[in-house]
Each structure stands twice: as C-alpha cells, then as structure tokens.
C-alpha cells in the first residue's frame, strides 16, 4: 500500500498550545498537501506544499517538509475549540491523473 | 468558487437494492472526478477515477461491475452501488479536480452517507 502514515493518530490539547501532526511517506512526490475533516463531513483543502519547497506558512498552519527523510508535519498554532477534527496528508499517486494517497489521519481535539 | 457538492447526503437502504449517487461541480467544469470511500475511524480510500466521456479506471480491488460510476457530463459524475449489502455501508466521497481548480488542487463534496440495511 501507498497510503502515508500519521502520528500521532490523536492528539488532545488545550486551547491556545499547538498541535504538530506528523506524515511519513513511501514514494518520491511532486507535492504533499494537508487537509481537514470535520466529522463526518467532507474534506477541506488546508495547503499544498511541493517538493522543492522546505516550509510554507499558511495563517495559523505552518507546514514543513523533508524530502530525505519523506516526511511532513504540520504545525497549528494558537489552537481554537473549532480546530477540532480529523487532518490528513495527501500525496500524489503519479500517472496521467492526480489520484491522492491519504495518510491514516490525526485526530486532533482541542479542549476550551 | 470550487464547489462540489453530493446527492444524497445520506441514505438508508434495503439489501439487494442499488443506490445511485451524485456528484457535482457547481460552479467549474471538472474533466476529472474522483470516488473514495470511508469507513469509520479511518481514512479515504480511492476506490476509481472518473473522467467525462470515457470509462472510469478503478483500483485494484473495486469491483466496477459492482461500483457503476458514469461521468457523463463536465460537472456531474455519478457512483451506483448495485445490489447493496451491509459492507457496502461507508462514507462516500466525490472529488474534482477542473479547468478552474488547477490540477494540483481537488475540491471534495459533502459525502454521502450509505447505510445498507
């Protein structure tokens, strides 16, 4: 299997500390890209990270990458109550489409 | 921009039953739309590619006689569960990636919830 792996797979913070979920990849990728699920809800594109790119900051998300070592994290800061939900990790499968490999997830939960 | 949005949001059916679900891109034309599916607790997995006007390629594993999907137009796709059992209950999740999104970029519905009595 392709799909990424996430730790932690859930992380219970309080309001205001950060939250750092971490993807490890198998495969080399053009691009690596964080997204959001609420429950049972679809999912929210959060930021997209390429390959020659080290770190990108996005409001309160900053995203690192490291090709060597094929992994990824993603760093919110400040968290809020209604950052609550389900992050995952894409990477590309290549080929003539686009097809997106998820990461097993993290399940963030941010106490008030 | 870039919403894609799903028909049913959930739905509850009888065994032996197929059940058909859609999913649009309301306000760009998506040349390529992609079916997940989710179980509980874990993550997406993508069950087959649909590109308008051609057949959709599916995952090793996915029964496509079993997963109908039709891609008929540039802003619908459509995903038909034949003869339905309970392991067919997930959550099903349409993407699309179009002219307007740029390539790197795929919009996901709302998802549908299937519930296979």
């Known amino acids: 299997s392709q799909q990424g792996e996430e730790d932690p797979q859930a992380l219970s913070i309080q309001e205001g500390e950060n939250a750092t979920m971490n993807c490890s990849y198998k495969?080399?990728?053009?691009?690596l890209q964080w997204y959001r699920q609420n429950s049972g809800r679809g999912l929210v594109h959060l930021i997209l990270?390429?390959?020659?790119?080290r770190e990108k900051h996005s409001g309160r998300l900053r995203v690192t990458l490291d090709t060597s070592k094929k992994s990824s994290s993603l760093l919110i800061t400040a968290s809020r109550a209604a950052d609550t939900a389900s992050y995952f990790c894409?990477?590309?499968?290549?080929?003539?489409?686009?097809?997106?490999?998820f990461g097993t997830g993290t399940l963030l939960a941010v106490q008030p | 921009g870039a919403v894609v949005s799903q028909h049913p949001s959930w739905v509850i059916c009888k065994s032996g039953t197929s059940v058909k679900i859609e999913c649009r891109s309301l306000?760009?034309?998506?040349?390529?739309m992609f079916w997940y599916r989710q179980f509980p607790k874990q993550s997406l997995m993508l069950m087959a590619t649909?590109?308008?006007?051609?057949?959709?390629?599916?995952e090793q594993g996915v029964e496509k006689d079993k997963f109908l999907i039709n891609h008929a137009s540039l802003t619908l796709s459509t995903l038909t569960v034949t003869s339905a059992h309970p392991e067919d209950s997930s959550f099903y999740i349409c993407?699309?990636?179009?002219?307007?999104?740029?390539?790197?970029?795929?919009?996901f519905g709302p998802g549908t919830r299937l519930t296979v009595l």
């Open positions: 993407s699309a990636e179009g002219l307007a999104g740029g390539r790197d970029t795929q919009y």
């Open positions: 495969t080399s990728i053009n691009n």
């Open positions: 990270i390429r390959s020659n790119e």
């Open positions: 894409a990477t590309i499968k290549g080929g003539a489409t686009n097809k997106l490999i």
């Open positions: 306000d760009f034309q998506a040349t390529t």
């Open positions: 649909s590109n308008e006007g051609s057949k959709a390629t599916y």
